[in-house]
């Protein structure tokens, strides 16, 4: 009977919610089972979005959080603030309209914008890539890009909280496990004590830290403090701890300190040493990142500088992990010479368990030879797919997303800035699926190498991910089962990656018992 099941599998599974049992295997045969369901979905522009929404994913390892808010949102805050707009720019103002105030052409307060669907419309495409066309005084999709953040950013200005809620609310809906939010507490004084040193080779390097370190302490602790008030207060609006609560209160967050690449070296070495202590201090934060448009002059100027920084730090701080972009770049955006070597020093020089981006991993001076040592390291590449497609005009086949997998280097789809982009982490899932002829395991294991290149704190569920296989404690327990016993059970008891992933494997059961049961999925 059950191999009777079995040659009838695709006809049945390409009708509508089929439900099929089986009497044995139900890891392995629901996932084929779902797998030819997916098949079947594939073309079907309707059901394949929910499909993926529903789709479990492991983590969004990178993601800017003032960039992960959409423009609606911060809208409705310099409403709230009585904050006033430029009608042609779309820039948000730093401080409020006041009583009286009268309009101008520069300046009109965000509440009568939002009641004017015209000038609505054309502030939310200036804050985020929607509708973007090239025009002469809007030339290219990367400064439109980079240029939305001063324009938003004084709406986000007393919005923490708020920012946090919203992107934990988005990865529930996503069905994400674990997000890393790249974010920047304390960043302006943390910068202003590295303003006078005077940095211009790697010999100057460790003696401005043995100066700036003395001085972050007190920094460390209002940071910590910062991140402790804008988490109490996002989780008393979820309701968490409650019978109330929200799906975000239960998305894992852990956060990445991003340090500003385009200012000057002294003020980058201040935030990079800050991020290392601040990692330290608080087991929250559990890496550090470096941020902004890589093209930048001063970011291509110091750029084996920066590298060089990390290094010198992480033989003071060497527990300390770094996830760096790079080879966020095209040909044409620099020269020629600017594609030679900025993934290669991130891992050769600065040390990144992890790289965002990598688009030009194919102009560098012997990729292969680079792909191979990342294969051989473990560093896993943080994709994303749409920002690359906006920023750099690479997308399809042109991006080396394919070239990374085949070569054997770990990758994993991102957001980088879903609110700009205005894109979820399921349209990645989609994007990745539609343009690469991804399988359902495929799409699994992509799933699974998020969450295992986290940086969350512990040992980890799988002794192999070529392919992805248990460690011994929990390899041959049910995943249907939420709290597994014995040695698994001690395993997730003290590992919160390991209880991470078994959560997503949980996960991964009940999503295919649905799609085989043929319960239907909700938004």
């Known amino acids: 009977m059950q191999a009777m099941i079995r040659r009838l599998l695709p006809a049945l599974l390409s009708l509508p919610f089929v439900t099929v049992a089986f009497a044995a295997s139900p890891d392995s045969s629901e996932q084929a089972a779902v797998s030819s369901r997916f098949e079947a979905l594939r073309t079907n522009p309707q059901e394949l979005p929910l499909f993926m929404r529903a789709f479990p994913k492991g983590a969004d390892l990178h993601n800017h959080l003032v960039g992960a808010i959409y423009a609606e949102r911060l809208l409705e805050w310099a409403k709230q603030d009585q904050l006033c707009v430029n009608p042609d720019t779309g820039a948000i103002g730093p401080t409020r309209c006041a009583f009286g105030f009268h309009t101008s052409k520069d300046a009109i307060p965000a509440a009568q914008i939002m009641q004017d669907q015209a000038l609505y419309t054309q502030t939310i495409d200036a804050l985020s890539m929607r509708n973007f066309v090239p025009s002469p005084q809007d030339r290219s999709g990367h400064d439109h890009f980079f240029a939305t953040f001063d324009k938003f950013l004084p709406a986000t200005a007393a919005h923490d909280a708020d920012m946090l809620v919203d992107a934990l609310s988005q990865a529930a809906r996503d069905h994400v496990t674990y997000v890393e939010l790249m974010v920047s507490p304390q960043l302006n004084a943390v910068a202003r004590l590295g303003s006078s040193y005077r940095i211009n080779r790697e010999s100057d390097i460790a003696q401005a830290e043995i100066r700036v370190v003395p001085h972050l302490n007190h920094l460390v602790k209002l940071a910590r403090e910062e991140t402790d008030t804008m988490e109490r207060k996002a989780r008393a609006t979820m309701k968490c701890g409650t019978s109330e609560a929200v799906p975000g209160c239960h998305v894992a967050v852990r956060y990445l300190y991003q340090t500003i690449r385009t200012m000057p070296p002294g003020m980058v070495l201040a935030q990079i040493a800050f991020g290392y202590t601040l990692a330290t201090a608080d087991s929250r934060f559990v890496g550090i990142n470096i941020v902004g448009p ?126 700009v982009s205005r894109i979820t982490l399921t349209d990645e899932y989609l994007r990745a699926a539609k343009t690469y002829a991804l399988s359902y395991t495929d799409l699994k294991d992509l799933s699974r190498m998020g969450l295992e290149h986290g940086f969350v704190a512990g040992k980890s569920l799988w002794d192999s991910t070529k392919p992805f296989h248990r460690v011994p404690a929990c390899a041959d327990i049910d995943a249907r089962e939420a709290e597994p016993e014995g040695l698994c059970r001690e395993l997730l008891a003290h590992s919160q990656k390991a209880r991470l992933e078994w959560d997503l494997e949980n996960q991964f059961s009940q999503f295919e018992h649905q799609v085989v049961t043929g319960q239907p999925f909700q938004n």
Request: hydrophobic residues 40%; glycine residues 8%.
């Open 294 to 419: 890589e093209d930048n002059p001063i970011a291509m100027q110091d750029y084996t500088l920066h590298m060089q920084m990390f290094h010198t730090l992480s033989e003071r701080w060497p527990k300390v992990k770094l996830s760096l972009h790079a080879g966020e770049l095209s040909p044409g955006l620099v020269a020629p010479s600017g594609l030679d070597n900025h993934i290669r020093q991130a891992v050769e020089i600065a040390g990144a368990s992890r790289i965002g981006h990598g688009v030009d991993i194919m102009q560098e001076h012997d990729p292969y030879g680079l792909l191979a040592e990342m294969a051989q390291r473990n560093i896993l590449v943080e994709i994303n797919l749409s920002s690359n497609e906006q920023i750099l005009n690479v997308k399809d086949n042109a991006h080396p997303f394919v070239t990374y997998r085949s070569h054997g280097v770990p990758v994993a789809l991102s957001t980088d800035d879903e609110g």
